[in-house]
């Protein structure tokens, strides 16, 4: 149960360039509801896990609301990441860069932001990208860790909740990189 509800909450969030929000504005205006059941299911799912940064409190590391869902940090420069053999798969920093058998992935900006985030998303290019699993619903296979096999079964309805809850959230600047090769070499576009 706890495993698949941690699928859940990082299918909500997404991967690097993954998923959720568009420029282009719909013909008619999300209503409050579908608003306020996207923010629900943004917050149920735990989006915020890997989609926003965290920061360092006299607590130990929160998520930094400042920067919410915007993605690993442009400015955040990492290592390579030290995989040993054996069964680990995944290494993570900071929960907005994973890296595995896949390559390295960073956590995409998912605010409204036009240059940096998913401001050029439509809500078709949305669904579309759950749906399939492309980045922007036609590119790249969305990499792990983002679950984006546990969104697919969501209600379509959902979907185009959470798809018009991100776009009610501030647009934050924030150039994610792009993922990397399991060779370390190039870029997964």
Known sequence: MKTSKLALLAALCATPALVIVGAEKSKKPANADSVARGKY???????NDCH?????T?????????????GHPHDTKLPSPDLKPGPWFAVTAGM?????????????????DTNTGLGIWTEDMFL??????????????????MPWQNLATLHEDDLKAIYAYLRTIPAIRNEVPTPVSPDGKGTLE
Not at 98 to 110: C, S
Request: aromatic letters at 6%.
């Open 41 to 47: 299911l943004v917050a149920f799912g735990g989006c």
């Open 52 to 56: 926003t940064p965290l920061k360092m």
């Open 58 to 70: 006299g607590s130990g590391p929160v998520p930094d609301m400042a920067r919410m869902l915007s």
């Open 96 to 112: 907005t860069a994973w890296a595995g058998p896949w390559g390295i992935t960073y956590a995409a900006n998912l605010t409204p």
């Open 128 to 145: 579309s990208a759950i749906r399939t699993g492309r980045h922007m619903g036609a590119g790249r296979p969305i990499l792990p860790p």
